[in-house]
């Protein structure tokens, strides 16, 4: 088959969604299928924000991506992420491409562009809703868009002839929140080649590499607020009879100096571990 994926996140931008669609696509390449990608187009400070270059078609090889004009969305997430002004872009790929399917993982930008691609060249169209769109307008967004946020996405994906979903728990509140259709629950993709049981050897190392002498707590993710790790840092308060106990903070993002301010204000720097970005 030939599949292409319309994402409003993608390399360099870290973002689950992105490392879950790119690890999918080169899975269905070596089973044999064909994938590409329209997707926004990022500007070098975004790679160099990641640390990576921006000729990115090394990291990219097999892949026929179609880069989307897009504008910078500083309130976000990630601190990466652009905004498509759906105006049809892509359609021209889309008739070179030639695709058997499309899937969707937005509904916004790149997400009205695989609807007009679908429509117009009667393309079936699938879609993924990756979360609850209300959780991060609460978060992101101007309050009144929480009341809007979700009976946006319903619309959208109702337009869809299937909707998958990552996980139970996500499917359950959709179904709560008021979403009448069908919602496949698959979940994210996985390469056991970079994730898979470290050796004894390796895990001895790591904890001298941090000084972990005692119990560890790890966190691993983007740093931002919907990912809730201020109260993790206020339990190390608590837990501070425990001997030698370390939280591990790994990854990067916009509230990491929001993050480090708090453990120096909570005075306890030696407690908390900041990696920095890790590479998967």
């Not at 504008?71 to 030639?98: E, I, T």
């Not at 679908?118 to 009341?147: D, Q, V």
């Not at 359950?172 to 970079?194: C, D, F, H, R, W």
Request: aromatic share 12%; charged share 20%; net charge positive.
């Amino acid at each position: 088959m030939r599949i292409l994926f319309y994402s409003d996140n993608f390399y360099p931008e870290i973002s689950g969604i992105s490392d879950s669609i790119i690890t999918l696509g080169r899975e269905l390449i070596r089973r044999g299928h064909t994938v590409g990608f329209a997707v926004p187009k990022y500007s070098d400070a975004d790679y160099r924000y990641a640390g990576l270059d921006p000729d990115d078609s090394k990291f990219l090889e097999g892949f026929e991506v179609y880069r989307i004009p897009s504008l910078c969305y500083g309130n976000s997430p990630s601190g990466q992420a652009r905004m498509v002004v759906p105006l049809g872009w892509s359609l021209g790929f889309v008739r070179k491409f030639k695709p058997d399917i499309i899937h969707s993982q937005s509904p916004f930008g790149t997400g009205f562009e695989a609807l007009f691609a679908a429509k117009l060249f009667n393309i079936p169209l699938i879609g993924t809703n990756h979360t609850i769109m209300s959780e991060f307008a609460r978060i992101y967004g101007p309050k009144y868009l929480e009341h809007t946020a979700d009976k946006f996405l319903f619309w959208y994906y109702r337009r869809c002839l299937a909707t998958s979903v990552p996980s139970p728990s996500l499917a359950e509140k959709m179904s709560a929140t008021g979403y009448k259709g069908t919602l496949e629950v698959i979940p994210n993709p996985v390469s056991l080649a970079q994730f898979s049981p470290a050796s004894p050897a390796e895990r001895e190392a790591l904890r001298k590499e941090f000084h972990l002498l005692g119990p560890t707590i790890l966190f691993v993710g983007r740093l931002g607020k919907e990912k809730q790790i201020e109260p993790i840092i206020d339990a190390m308060v608590r837990l501070e009879h425990v001997p030698f106990i370390k939280l591990v903070i790994a990854g990067s993002g916009p509230l990491e100096a929001d993050l480090k301010k708090k453990v120096r204000d909570l005075n306890i720097p030696e407690k908390v571990v900041f990696t920095g970005f890790l590479d998967h």
